[in-house]
């Protein structure tokens, strides 16, 4: 899996880093992350239905800190033997997700298919990438060069988060159910 996420990084001109270069993310990579995994943790509270159940884990975390959101405050610190436990317990969760909802026959190839779908939200041309942008005040783009090909990133300017190109398909998870 892990290859065509780097493959989608690069592509969005987005940090890929290795643990021989003793890397510390920045600030705003680390904020985009966290806001992409809350994102899609409200979708999938939205998918299982289960949207004010979210509402009130999210309510009781907060405030099981014994501090007012108002007194939470950011350290900027990195600490990176915490931060690859938290990602490799999101995995086990996610992917036990998969087991859960019945989809452990079908999760390898309907990842393809995400991905697939991802690939689709850059340009391959630098026409194409301004077109994109023309009427999108807060969206720019950032050519990048993945595997000796020019890609054309579109980007939020705000965060840095991938944009969908015109050229965008949503991934047919239909197939999957369809065969059964």
Known sequence: MLKSIIEFQKAGGHTVAYTNENHIPSIEDRKLRLK?????????????????????????????????IEECRDTKEFNKTEALDALCDLSVVVNGGYCVSGFTDIAEEAYEETMRSNMSKFCYSLDEALVTVANKEDWT???????????????????????????????DYSKFFDKK
């Open 36 to 68: 992409l995994i809350f994102e899609e943790l409200t979708e999938l509270a939205e998918a299982y239905g289960l949207e004010k159940t979210f509402q009130n884990i999210v309510k009781k975390l907060i405030y099981e800190k014994e501090l007012s």
């Open 141 to 171: 783009y950032k050519q990048v060069v993945v595997d000796d090909k020019i890609i054309y990133a579109i980007l939020r300017k705000e965060d840095g988060k991938i944009m969908k190109s015109p050229a965008f398909y949503k991934p």
